[in-house]
C-alpha cells in the first residue's frame, strides 16, 4: 500500500553536494525482523559518470588546500558525527542486526576516531632527502595526493569501515566516491547530510548507493578513478582486479581471514576464555579478524572445551536494541542460510556440534520471530581439510581442536589460503616469539584480541588482501611520490 511505503526511510545518492533520487530503488531488510525497511537507490554507470565527474572537478581545488585546512574540516565532521552518536547507533543496529551495545561502543566511537586520527596523523609527515656531495647533487622527495579515489565498503561494520577509508582519501587531498553496501547504507547517508554542516566543499566527497555487479563495477571500470580501496571478499577482489587491469589502477584490497587462536597449556584460562569467546561471536562473528579455529594445546583441550561451550551457552541472542543482548541478528536470509549450510557440512564429514545450531532451541521476542537469528555455535572433531576448517564462515561458527607440539600447530595453523589474523595465548615469552614469526599473518595479538594501534599497519597476506592500512600505510597508499633532483 501506498501507507506503507511512506513510512520507508528512501536514501538518495549524494552527488556533488545535493542529494539526487535515482530511477530505481532495492530492498534493504532488517535482519531481527525480516522486513523491509528502507530503499536504498539501485545506481548504475550514470549515477557513477555524475560522481566521478564532480570528484574530478573539486579536484584542483580540495588538493591546493594546506593539510592544516583539510585537518579542520575532519575533525569538524568528527564532533558532527559524535554529537549525533546516538542516533549513528540505532541505525547501524537496526541496519546491520549488530547489538546497539556493539555499535554504541565499536562502530560510531571508531567511526569518529578515524576522522580525528587521520586529521592529526596528516600533520605529521615528513618526506626524504639525501645529497650526494661529489657529485653536488640533492635528492628529495614530494607527495602529492593521486586523484578521484573510488572506495566500497562493507557490511559488517558499515559506517566504521566506510570512515577508515574516506578519511584518509581526503586528508590527503584526494576527492572521492565511495560506494557502500547497499545492505548497510543508512549511516552513510546519514553522514552525507553531515557534510554540509561541515562545510566542505562540494564534491569533494560523493556517494553512490547501489550493489556490487552494477554500482561497484562501473566505479571500478571508470578511466578517471586511478585508485580503489576495497575492503570485502577474496571472491570480488579477484573481480576487481580484472576490471581495473586496463587501466592499472593502484589498489588496495582488504579480504577475508581464517584465523587461528592458538592456545597453550600455560595459557591463562580466565583471559583467554572470556576474550576467546568474543573473537568468535562478536558482532554475529561477522568481523573477518574473527577467529574461527581454535587450536587447544591436548593437556588442557578438554577443560577448555568444557567451560568454553559452557560460557557460549550464555551468551543472550536477540532483538539487537536490547542492552541486555550479546549476540543481534545476520546480515541477510541468504547469509544466514550460507552459515547454517556449513555446520550442516561438518556434521555430514563427522564434525560434532556441541553447542548452538541444531542442539539448542533459540527463544526469540514475538517481533523478532521472522529475523536472521542464530545460536553461538561450537563444533570440535573437525578435521583440518574440511570446508569449516578452510573457508571464511562469516558467522558465529568456531571449530575447536586439539594439537601437541608447537611445530605442529605452527604448520596446521597455516595450512589455509588466508593470512589476516593469528591469537596467541601464553604466557612463556620466548614462545610468543617464536609463534609471531612464524605465523603466516599480517597480525598477530598475544594473550589478547583487536586490540588496534591505527598508527601501525593494518592487513593481511596470501588470500587476505594486497596492501596495508595505518598513518603511514595509508598516507603512502593515497598519495604519489615523486623524486626530484638538483644539481647546485
Known amino acids: 500500500t501506498m501507507a506503507h511505503s511512506k513510512a520507508l526511510l528512501v536514501l538518495e545518492n549524494f552527488i556533488d553536494g545535493k542529494f539526487v533520487p535515482c530511477a530505481s530503488y532495492i530492498d534493504s531488510y532488517n535482519p531481527s525482523t525480516g522486513d523491509v525497511y ?33 585537518s579542520q574540516f575532519l575533525n569538524k565532521l568528527a564532533d558532527l558525527i559524535e554529537h549525533d552518536l546516538e542516533a549513528f547507533a540505532q541505525a547501524e543496529s537496526k541496519d546491520q542486526g549488530k547489538t546497539i551495545t556493539f555499535a554504541r561502543t565499536v562502530d560510531i566511537p571508531r567511526a569518529v ?26 635528492h628529495y622527495t614530494s607527495r602529492a ?11 559488517n561494520l558499515p559506517l566504521y569501515l566506510l570512515t577508515w577509508k574516506i578519511a584518509p582519501a581526503i586528508a590527503c587531498g584526494n576527492t572521492v566516491v565511495a560506494k557502500p553496501s547497499e545492505m548497510t547504507s543508512v549511516t552513510a547517508w546519514m553522514m552525507c547530510r553531515l557534510l ?5 566543499p562540494h564534491g569533494v566527497v560523493n556517494v553512490v548507493f547501489g550493489t556490487g555487479p552494477k554500482a561497484g563495477e562501473a566505479l571500478v571500470r571508470h578511466p578517471d578513478v586511478p585508485l580503489i580501496s576495497f575492503t570485502g571478499s577474496t571472491l570480488t577482489a579477484q573481480r576487481i582486479v580484472e576490471k581495473s587491469a586496463p587501466h592499472c589502477k593502484r589498489l588496495s584490497l582488504e579480504l577475508g581471514g581464517k584465523n587461528p587462536a592458538i592456545v597453550f597449556d600455560d595459557a591463562d584460562l580466565s583471559q583467554c576464555i572470556p576474550t576467546t569467546l568474543r573473537s568468535s561471536f562478536a558482532n554475529q562473528g561477522e568481523i ?16 577448555f572445551l568444557k567451560t568454553f561451550v559452557a560460557e557460549a551457552k550464555k551468551w543472550n541472542v536477540g532483538d539487537p536494541s536490547d542492552p541486555a543482548v550479546d549476540m543481534g541478528a545476520l546480515i541477510s536470509k541468504e547469509h544466514l542460510e550460507k552459515v547454517r549450510n556449513y555446520v550442516k557440512k561438518a556434521q555430514a564429514e563427522g564434525a560434532k556440534i556441541l553447542c548452538g545450531e541444531g542442539v539448542d532451541s533459540l527463544a526469540l521476542p514475538a517481533g523478532n520471530q521472522k529475523g536472521y537469528f542464530m545460536l553461538p555455535t561450537v563444533m570440535t572433531e573437525v578435521k583440518d581439510e574440511c570446508s569449516c576448517m578452510q573457508e571464511e564462515i562469516f558467522g558465529p561458527v568456531t571449530c575447536v581442536v586439539a594439537f601437541d607440539t608447537e611445530e605442529e600447530v605452527i604448520q596446521r595453523a597455516n595450512n589455509v589460503k588466508y593470512g589476516l589474523a593469528a591469537t596467541v595465548w601464553s604466557s612463556n615469552v620466548g614462545r610468543v616469539h617464536r609463534m609471531a ?52
Open 113 to 138: 576516531y578515524n576522522f580525528r586520527f587521520f586529521a592529526s596523523s596528516i600533520l605529521h609527515h615528513t618526506t626524504e632527502c639525501t645529497e650526494m656531495a661529489t657529485l653536488g647533487c640533492m
Open 196 to 200: 554540509e554542516k561541515a562545510g566542505l
Open 437 to 488: 614469526k612464524r605465523l603466516q599473518s599480517g597480525l598477530v595479538w598475544t594473550n589478547c584480541w583487536l586490540v588496534r594501534d591505527l598508527n601501525l599497519p593494518f592487513g593481511g597476506m596470501k588470500a587476505s588482501g594486497i596492501g596495508r592500512e595505518g598513518a603511514k600505510d595509508s598516507y603512502e597508499f593515497f598519495t604519489e611520490v615523486k623524486t626530484i633532483t638538483i644539481k647546485h
Open 38 to 70: 528502507c530503499k536504498v537507490p539501485d545506481s548504475g554507470k550514470e549515477e557513477v559518470e555524475a560522481a566521478v565527474k564532480a570528484a574530478k572537478a573539486a579536484f584542483p581545488i580540495w588538493s591546493s588546500k594546506s593539510p592544516l585546512e583539510r
Open 288 to 303: 573477518c579478524l574473527c577467529t574461527s579455529r581454535i587450536f587447544v594445546q591436548r593437556s588442557i583441550y578438554s577443560e
Open 145 to 155: 595526493p593521486v586523484g578521484v579515489a573510488g572506495l566500497i565498503s562493507p557490511w
